[in-house]
């Protein structure tokens, strides 16, 4: 490092100041001794002293500034730089003693006197600024990365929309206020603003609670993990469901009368279309069959199936990996697209485009029918077929909570697919 500089048995570091610091580093160069022989140690403690003066400088001139956001980010990072954690003054006076003066110990001592900037973030200066409601949702999406680690850029997309939602209402109900003054008359206020647009554009209680529910874990995590201990007014807030509003299945006469008519679909783009032929007698889920990679679609095997497996992306639970053959009209489908479908790999707009289509065609069965009501279609039928609840759950990717004996055959799956296929 041609920063280090031996003088007689010891190293120091000599760097030139940055020309953004000189208006409050009158000096040119600075030389700090790192008070070691050994280079190798002096290269891994010179990085860590020039940070050390960088967070001070970056302290200093955020104080002049009159930027206490940027300020107390300073100090935090050169406690942090000095092996400490950035605590306010209130907790740094009631810390043990020899804590306490290991802290103190750790001050550099300029001119005969401790650094001003130093004691500021070793013994506290600065409280932390007040995080606002929309401040907490930006620091969420720093501290919760793990929710994130195997979702595909769609699937973040799609975990952040409820929780931008649920913050953009509150913040238009209560305001952008600091986390720390939300009252619960603040939280009953919105959970009242809900009843109220529950009634009056006839929603589901459904919609208020993901609002809540997304909202309140939002804050707790930031209070957890940021260390703000704080008392936030949260629970009791949840607003009682009435009867659940689940999508009707397809009758099989509407299935094979409208939706397999001949030309009914042609309008449609082919993958679409395959998409939506191939859940009929897979049960598939829409956003499974559109990430299949062309490996995953095995047309020539004895028994021709797909393979449900995370690539680049989350499956919906653990229970999700499976295989499922393809029978009749399901196995034409993919042969359609035997290198599965691009056009819709981790995309958002295949169940808007079959939707829309199927509405503007006159292919719904009832105004509540959507697209997916093919899969609940293809479980009535397996049910009412009396097909085991095991293999009902593998074809599902649903948990199966009795005990298990070997997992189910391809062969068994396919005999039972046979007996409901349309």
């Known amino acids: 490092m041609k920063n280090l500089i031996k003088r007689g048995s010891n190293y120091t570091l000599k760097k030139r100041v940055p020309l953004r610091f000189q208006s409050i580093e009158p000096r040119e160069t600075v030389w700090v001794s ?16 020039w940070l050390e003066i960088i967070n001070g400088w970056e302290a200093r001139l955020a104080g002049d500034a009159g930027d206490a956001d ?66 907490a949702l930006e620091i969420f999406w720093k501290v919760a990365k793990d929710e994130t680690l ?40 919105f959970r009242a603003w809900w009843m109220e647009k529950i009634e009056a554009e006839e929603l589901t209680a459904n919609s208020a609670n993901k609002d809540l529910v997304h909202f309140g874990k939002v804050l707790k995590t930031v209070n957890i993990l ?18 659940q509003n689940t999508r009707p299945p397809f009758s099989v006469g509407w299935i094979t009368s409208k939706l397999l008519a001949p030309n009914a679909l042609d309008g449609m783009n082919i993958e679409a279309r395959s998409i939506f032929i191939a859940m009929i007698n897979t049960g598939a889920r ?15 095997h004895e028994y021709p199936h797909i393979v449900i497996t995370p690539v680049k992306r989350e499956l919906k ?78 074809l599902f990717g649903h948990a199966y909570y009795r005990e298990k004996y070997g997992e189910p055959k391809l062969d068994e799956l396919t005999k039972a697919i046979q007996k409901v296929a349309v």
């Open 34 to 49: 790192l008070h070691t022989d050994s280079e190798t140690d002096a290269r891994a403690k010179a990085e860590i002293v």
């Open 150 to 189: 195997r979702k595909s850029p769609d699937q973040i997309r799609r975990w952040k929309n409820p929780r931008i939602k649920a913050f953009k209402n509150f913040v238009m109900v209560i305001g952008d206020k600091p986390i720390n003054q939300i009252t619960g008359d603040d939280m009953l206020d």
């Open 286 to 300: 829409p956003s499974e069959l559109a990430n299949l990679l062309p490996q995953h679609i095995r047309l020539d």
């Open 70 to 135: 940027r300020h107390f980010e300073a100090v935090n990072l050169l406690a942090g730089a000095k092996g400490f954690r950035y605590l306010p003054s209130s907790r740094v006076a009631n810390l043990p003693a020899d804590e306490l003066l290991t802290r103190i110990e750790a001050i550099t001592i300029r001119g005969g006197s401790p650094d001003q900037v130093d004691a500021s973030a070793l013994l506290g200066g600065p409280e932390e600024p007040a995080i606002t409601v929309t401040q």
């Open 226 to 243: 940021k260390r703000l201990h704080l008392d936030l007014p949260l629970s009791g807030l949840h607003i009682k469901e009435g009867e």
């Open 317 to 394: 639970s653990r229970n999700a990996k499976r295989n499922i053959p393809l029978i009749g009209c399901s196995l034409e489908a993919m042969r359609c697209c035997p290198d599965g479908f691009p056009r819709y790999r981790d995309k958002p707009d295949l169940s808007a485009t079959t939707n829309k289509f199927l509405r503007e065609n006159g292919l719904m069965e009832t105004p509540e029918h959507v697209a997916y009501s093919v899969r609940h279609a293809f479980e009535d039928r397996l049910r009412n077929a009396q097909i085991d609840e095991r293999l009902r759950s593998e």
